[in-house]
C-alpha cells in the first residue's frame, strides 16, 4: 500500500515559494488533503517532486523501511 501522505513533519513554508520545504505542497493543497479522494492526492504526489527541484527546493529522500 502506498503512503496517502507526502508530509515528512518538516512544516514551514518557504516565503518565495509558498511551497512547504518539508513535501512541496502549497497551503491550500494541505488545508485541502484531508478532503482529497486518493486518485487526487497521488496526483499531488506525483508532481512534488519536479516542483521542488523547480523551486530550487530539496527534495526529500525516501524513507527506508524498518526491518522488521
Known sequence: MEKETPCIAVCFI?????????????????????????????????????RMIDAGLSVPAPKRKANS
Open 14 to 50: 518557504d516565503p518565495t515559494t509558498s511551497l512547504c520545504m518539508g513535501c512541496g505542497r502549497t497551503l491550500p493543497e494541505i488545508a485541502q488533503w484531508h478532503k482529497m479522494d486518493s486518485a487526487a492526492r497521488h496526483a499531488v504526489m506525483a508532481v512534488l517532486p519536479k
